[in-house]
């Protein structure tokens, strides 16, 4: 009998009905498993009921994301509630600290130290987590980014063996950050920015012994994995893609060549995401050659000025396994023969040079199950290929990345379907009216179907020059149906001189002008704008605004630029009952909805793999997008 009914029995008050409903642990735990992708509610009902909190704070907990700038409220909250850490399965340690610092490249050339991070409080927490979890058994799965090199050790030193025996099971995810911005500064006068020799062979030697001590701590990790038949690594990346590959490369250090070597030997056969972005100071030529890996299924490799493309043929010769290619390899000696096939190859995403035109086409016939694509060799050679055959050589492909638009429009009338497109900036010579031109001169218009099929569109617009007539003609239902989420770059480009309150002023009054004209886009459910601009100081905006009907999240700028915001839609109804607004157009009557855009943690769209891998694009030309457009209709591609 549960608490409520035993209560009742006893005092003869009957219970009401949301009372009984809640007493039902099943019943809630349903229901809190719906809130925990926006988590704020979750944790407002926590807030206001004593009676459920153990119960909706250890759902919170499941996915526990650690930011070094919330490791010291993370602790002083676990450490208040121990019991809660038992219910963590799924962590994510992440240097946030030393990554914004990366990410920002107006504090590029400042002479400032590192900043503290929290590693004795991270010690701590680890710790308690361990002491709770080993009562359970099982310890959570681990993805760890240390956003510094030279923090290898402080990192290892979390997971000591003395300290934490047990935690290392499941460590499926390590990621390293691209360089060691702090290890030198800028004072002395000499024009290459105080370089000294001794400084520079000691800090290489440091480095070394770093990666020879991360070799032996995923040594023992995975003979741990092995003794509890956990995942083992999974997921390894050096560096990020997304980062200036010159500014990254100013602080950079060799990776230790034996490491990848090491690597390879103790997690051959569990590693099946490689991430690697190397900088001027590595050689492919020391990297690929060292490494075999039995299940790699992802690669994403980059570099500027890239030398190795005869080591990396061989690498992909002896890697068939691969499901998705992403290579960025700019300026590199020769191309890519494309010469391999990959069974199961779903999706590339290359630059890489241009092989030759036959090549490309051989490549594209060999990989027909390919469902994304950001070259535009694969819609051609897809064409080329088919040119004999009404059917498209790619009939499973639907998501593609082009500057090109007239490469489309033969694909289609071949039977082509994409449902993502991502229009590319360049893809116009004059920019000024792209939308105009999409929407009454593209393959779009010409091909029957070709609308129908978009799910997702993303475009690089000046949105000062675009008239929000044609913004509002173009997203409309009426053109592209079942167009689900947009992203827009370059929304509105806010004078840097502005101060934050007249540029977030600025920024919303434009916003509230979007979201009006996009009332047409009836099936909108996902909105991203990018403007290089600040981020909101308010934890609502556009309150009493107009959104589209179908409205559900909002994204504000982009990782690779700054820090985006995500919103939420919430209702001006009182009980979160939708009531639909009116809105006049040049179309005729449209209907909108009337709310407010409340801001809600990244971890809505977090995705988050059985092994305890959080996916993180890196680079991908899809980065942010939420959905999963393979398929139609489109679908929540979340854990």
């Known amino acids: 009998m549960s608490s409520t009914l035993a209560t009742a029995s006893q005092t003869g008050v009957r219970p009401n009905s949301a009372q009984l409903a809640f007493s039902v642990a099943e019943l809630v735990n349903e229901i809190a498993s719906y809130l925990l992708r926006d988590r704020v509610d979750l944790l407002t009902l926590a807030a206001v009921s004593k009676r459920l909190r153990p119960q909706l704070l250890g759902i919170w907990a499941r996915q526990l994301d650690l930011p070094f700038t919330q490791v010291a409220n993370r602790l002083r909250f676990f450490q208040a509630n121990p019991l809660i850490s038992r219910h963590v399965q799924y962590l994510r340690i992440r240097d946030d600290i030393s990554v914004q610092e990366y990410s920002d490249s107006s504090r590029m050339f400042e002479e400032t130290s590192k900043p503290a991070l929290p590693y004795d409080e991270l010690h701590q927490l680890l710790a308690l987590i361990h002491e709770q979890k080993s009562q359970q058994g099982t310890m959570p799965f681990i993805d760890c980014l240390v956003g510094d090199k030279e923090d290898i050790i402080k990192l290892l030193n979390a997971f000591s063996p003395l300290k934490v025996p047990r935690m290392g099971e499941r460590v499926s995810a390590i990621r390293i950050g691209p360089t060691g911005r702090h290890a030198h500064g800028y004072e002395s006068d000499d024009e290459s920015f105080g370089f000294d020799q001794d400084a520079e062979y000691e800090r290489q030697e440091e480095s070394n012994e770093n990666w020879t001590e991360l070799v032996h701590f995923i040594a023992h ?367 005729g009557r449209l209907w909108g909805k009337r709310g407010r855009l409340q801001c809600i943690p990244a971890m809505w769209q977090q995705k988050i793999s059985s092994d305890g891998v959080w996916d993180r694009p890196l680079g991908s030309f899809r980065d942010g997008i939420v959905l999963d457009h393979s398929s139609f209709p489109p679908t929540w591609a979340l854990s």
């Open 221 to 587: 990790a995975q003979k741990l994995a092995r003794q509890t038949k956990g995942p083992g690594l999974v997921a390894f990346q050096y560096g990020d893609p997304i980062i200036d590959p010159d500014e990254a490369s100013m602080w950079a250090t060799q990776v230790f060549p034996p490491f990848w070597t090491g690597l390879s030997k103790v997690a051959s056969d569990t590693l099946r995401d490689l991430t690697v972005a190397l900088t001027h100071k590595d050689w492919a030529s020391k990297v690929l050659p060292r490494l075999k890996l039995a299940n790699l299924n992802t690669l994403r490799l980059s570099q500027d000025h890239f030398t190795g493309t005869d080591q990396l043929e061989a690498f992909l010769d002896r890697h068939s396994t691969i499901m998705h290619l992403n290579l960025q390899l700019y300026e590199n000696e020769q191309p890519w023969s494309m010469r391999q096939t990959f069974p199961k190859l779903v999706s590339v995403d290359i630059f890489a040079g241009n092989a030759a035109e036959q090549d490309q086409t051989d490549f594209v016939s060999r990989h027909v199950i390919l469902v994304s694509s950001s070259h535009p060799f694969i819609i051609k050679a897809a064409t080329k290929a088919s040119a004999d055959d009404q059917d498209p050589v790619l009939p499973k492909l639907r998501i593609c990345a082009i500057s090109d638009l007239n490469v489309l429009e033969d694909f289609a009338k071949r039977g082509g379907r994409l449902s993502e497109v991502h229009i590319q900036s360049g893809s116009f010579r004059d920019e000024s009216d792209i939308l105009q031109r999409l929407r009454t001169n593209s393959w779009l218009t010409r091909v029957p179907g070709a609308a129908q099929a978009i799910t997702c569109l993303s475009i690089h617009i000046e949105i000062m020059k675009c008239d929000l007539d044609e913004l509002r003609a173009t997203f409309s239902s009426d053109f592209l149906p079942n167009l689900t989420e947009l992203s827009i770059t370059y929304f509105q480009a806010i004078e840097a001189s502005e101060d934050e309150p007249s540029a977030n002023a600025t920024a919303k009054r434009y916003l509230r002008a979007v979201f009006h004209a996009l009332v047409s886009a009836r099936s909108l459910r996902i909105l991203h704008l990018t403007d290089r601009c600040r981020r909101f100081s308010t934890p609502d905006i556009l309150v009493d605004g107009v959104f589209p009907s179908a409205l559900e999240y909002f994204v504000w700028l982009k990782r690779d630029w700054n820090r985006p915001q995500h919103f939420r839609f919430v209702s001006a109804h009182t009980y979160g009952q939708i009531e639909p607004v009116e809105v006049e157009s040049g179309e």
